[in-house]
Protein backbone atom coordinates (compact mmCIF):
# COMPACT_ATOMS: atom_id res chain seq x y z
CA UNK A 1 0.00 0.00 0.00
CA UNK A 2 1.92 3.35 -0.94
CA UNK A 3 1.35 6.60 0.89
CA UNK A 4 -1.66 8.04 -1.17
CA UNK A 5 -3.81 4.47 0.26
CA UNK A 6 -2.55 4.45 3.46
CA UNK A 7 -3.89 8.06 4.15
CA UNK A 8 -7.38 7.74 2.18
CA UNK A 9 -7.23 3.76 4.27
CA UNK A 10 -6.74 5.67 7.85
CA UNK A 11 -8.62 9.31 7.46
CA UNK A 12 -12.19 8.13 8.01
CA UNK A 13 -11.17 6.83 11.85
CA UNK A 14 -7.75 9.51 12.49
CA UNK A 15 -10.51 11.74 14.32
CA UNK A 16 -11.81 9.04 16.54
CA UNK A 17 -8.54 8.19 17.39
CA UNK A 18 -7.83 11.32 18.44
CA UNK A 19 -10.48 11.47 20.57
CA UNK A 20 -10.17 8.26 22.16
CA UNK A 21 -6.43 9.61 23.18
CA UNK A 22 -7.63 12.74 24.20
CA UNK A 23 -10.72 11.34 26.43
CA UNK A 24 -7.97 9.12 28.19
CA UNK A 25 -4.64 11.47 28.23
CA UNK A 26 -6.51 14.58 28.47
CA UNK A 27 -3.99 16.75 27.56
CA UNK A 28 -4.76 18.01 23.89
CA UNK A 29 -0.50 17.69 23.35
CA UNK A 30 -0.46 14.17 24.35
CA UNK A 31 -3.30 12.76 22.07
CA UNK A 32 -1.70 14.72 19.24
CA UNK A 33 1.62 12.60 20.40
CA UNK A 34 -0.43 9.42 20.68
CA UNK A 35 -2.42 9.61 17.45
CA UNK A 36 0.77 10.13 15.55
CA UNK A 37 2.42 7.19 17.63
CA UNK A 38 -0.47 5.19 16.20
CA UNK A 39 -0.58 5.83 12.83
CA UNK A 40 3.21 5.34 12.62
CA UNK A 41 2.63 1.73 13.62
CA UNK A 42 -0.09 1.52 11.74
CA UNK A 43 2.48 3.03 8.56
CA UNK A 44 4.86 0.10 9.64
CA UNK A 45 2.58 -2.75 9.49
CA UNK A 46 1.10 -1.54 5.90
CA UNK A 47 1.56 -4.34 4.16
CA UNK A 48 -0.91 -6.12 5.95
CA UNK A 49 -3.61 -3.75 7.22
CA UNK A 50 -6.03 -5.36 4.05
CA UNK A 51 -5.96 -8.30 6.07
CA UNK A 52 -7.18 -7.00 9.27
CA UNK A 53 -10.76 -7.67 9.48
CA UNK A 54 -11.07 -4.54 10.27
CA UNK A 55 -8.28 -1.94 10.23
CA UNK A 56 -10.54 0.72 12.79
CA UNK A 57 -10.87 -1.90 15.48
CA UNK A 58 -6.75 -2.46 15.40
CA UNK A 59 -6.53 0.88 15.48
CA UNK A 60 -8.80 1.88 18.14
CA UNK A 61 -6.92 -0.99 20.11
CA UNK A 62 -3.51 -0.08 19.86
CA UNK A 63 -4.49 3.32 20.50
CA UNK A 64 -6.10 2.51 23.66
CA UNK A 65 -3.27 0.23 24.55
CA UNK A 66 -0.86 3.30 23.80
CA UNK A 67 -2.70 5.53 25.78
CA UNK A 68 -2.49 3.59 28.89
CA UNK A 69 0.68 1.99 28.99
CA UNK A 70 1.63 6.47 28.83
CA UNK A 71 -0.76 6.35 31.94
CA UNK A 72 1.18 4.16 33.43
CA UNK A 73 4.39 5.61 32.57
CA UNK A 74 6.28 8.69 34.29
CA UNK A 75 4.85 11.32 31.61
CA UNK A 76 1.29 10.85 33.47
CA UNK A 77 2.23 12.80 36.41
CA UNK A 78 2.96 15.98 33.76
CA UNK A 79 -0.12 15.92 31.68
CA UNK A 80 -2.02 19.42 31.35
CA UNK A 81 -5.63 19.52 31.96
CA UNK A 82 -7.84 20.84 29.40
CA UNK A 83 -11.61 21.34 29.66
CA UNK A 84 -13.51 21.26 26.84
CA UNK A 85 -15.59 24.49 26.14
CA UNK A 86 -19.57 23.43 25.92
CA UNK A 87 -21.86 25.95 24.55
CA UNK A 88 -25.23 26.17 22.95
CA UNK A 89 -26.55 28.62 20.22
CA UNK A 90 -29.69 30.19 20.87
CA UNK A 91 -29.54 29.56 25.08
CA UNK A 92 -28.73 32.63 26.80
CA UNK A 93 -26.09 33.43 28.61
CA UNK A 94 -27.61 32.09 32.21
CA UNK A 95 -28.64 28.67 30.60
CA UNK A 96 -24.67 29.02 28.90
CA UNK A 97 -22.89 28.92 32.20
CA UNK A 98 -25.14 26.28 33.22
CA UNK A 99 -23.90 23.89 30.53
CA UNK A 100 -20.71 24.74 30.60
CA UNK A 101 -20.59 23.88 34.36
CA UNK A 102 -22.70 20.29 33.75
CA UNK A 103 -20.23 19.58 30.96
CA UNK A 104 -17.12 20.43 32.96
CA UNK A 105 -18.96 18.43 36.26
CA UNK A 106 -19.76 15.42 33.79
CA UNK A 107 -16.08 15.47 31.99
CA UNK A 108 -14.74 15.23 35.43
CA UNK A 109 -16.87 12.43 36.92
CA UNK A 110 -16.04 10.68 32.97
CA UNK A 111 -12.42 11.22 34.00
CA UNK A 112 -12.68 9.75 37.50
CA UNK A 113 -14.54 6.84 36.58
CA UNK A 114 -12.35 3.52 36.39
CA UNK A 115 -10.43 3.13 33.23
CA UNK A 116 -12.59 0.51 31.33
CA UNK A 117 -15.67 2.39 32.64
CA UNK A 118 -14.38 5.93 30.73
CA UNK A 119 -13.01 3.85 27.84
CA UNK A 120 -16.65 2.26 27.59
CA UNK A 121 -18.31 5.14 27.72
CA UNK A 122 -15.86 6.67 25.12
CA UNK A 123 -16.86 4.55 22.62
CA UNK A 124 -20.28 4.20 22.82
CA UNK A 125 -21.50 7.33 23.95
CA UNK A 126 -18.81 9.77 22.07
CA UNK A 127 -17.95 7.55 18.98
CA UNK A 128 -21.11 6.06 19.01
CA UNK A 129 -19.36 2.76 18.33
CA UNK A 130 -21.91 -0.64 18.09
CA UNK A 131 -21.69 -3.02 21.07
CA UNK A 132 -20.70 -5.63 18.42
CA UNK A 133 -17.49 -3.56 18.09
CA UNK A 134 -16.16 -2.47 21.23
CA UNK A 135 -16.48 -6.06 22.69
CA UNK A 136 -14.32 -6.73 19.35
CA UNK A 137 -12.12 -4.02 20.75
CA UNK A 138 -11.88 -4.27 24.08
CA UNK A 139 -12.06 -8.36 23.90
CA UNK A 140 -15.15 -8.07 26.01
CA UNK A 141 -18.84 -9.78 26.28
CA UNK A 142 -21.35 -7.39 24.92
CA UNK A 143 -23.19 -8.11 28.01
CA UNK A 144 -19.93 -6.87 30.02
CA UNK A 145 -19.72 -4.08 27.84
CA UNK A 146 -23.45 -3.35 28.85
CA UNK A 147 -23.31 -3.76 32.55
CA UNK A 148 -20.13 -1.41 32.58
CA UNK A 149 -21.78 1.00 30.80
CA UNK A 150 -24.85 0.76 32.65
CA UNK A 151 -23.21 1.32 35.52
CA UNK A 152 -20.80 4.27 34.05
CA UNK A 153 -24.09 6.69 33.35
CA UNK A 154 -25.78 5.81 36.62
CA UNK A 155 -22.79 6.91 38.32
CA UNK A 156 -22.80 9.88 36.11
CA UNK A 157 -26.22 10.78 36.19
CA UNK A 158 -26.81 10.15 39.97
CA UNK A 159 -23.55 12.61 40.41
CA UNK A 160 -25.64 15.03 38.16
CA UNK A 161 -29.08 14.56 39.63
CA UNK A 162 -27.14 15.36 43.38
CA UNK A 163 -24.87 18.61 42.22
CA UNK A 164 -28.08 19.99 40.44
CA UNK A 165 -30.88 19.42 43.34
CA UNK A 166 -28.28 20.04 46.06
CA UNK A 167 -25.19 21.91 44.92
CA UNK A 168 -23.28 18.79 46.05
CA UNK A 169 -20.18 17.78 44.36
Known sequence: MNQIEFINHVKPFKDKMFRLAKRLLVSTEEAEDATQEV????????NVL???GSTEAYAMTITKNYCLDVLKSK???????????????GASLQQKVE??????????W??????????IIQMRDVEQYE????????E????????????????IREK????????IQ
Open 39 to 46: LVKLWNKN
Open 50 to 52: KDF
Open 75 to 89: RATNLQIVHNNYAEN
Open 99 to 108: DNDSWNWVEK
Open 110 to 119: INDLPEQQKI
Open 131 to 138: FEEIAKIL
Open 140 to 155: MSEATIRVALSRARKT
Open 160 to 167: LTNTHNYG
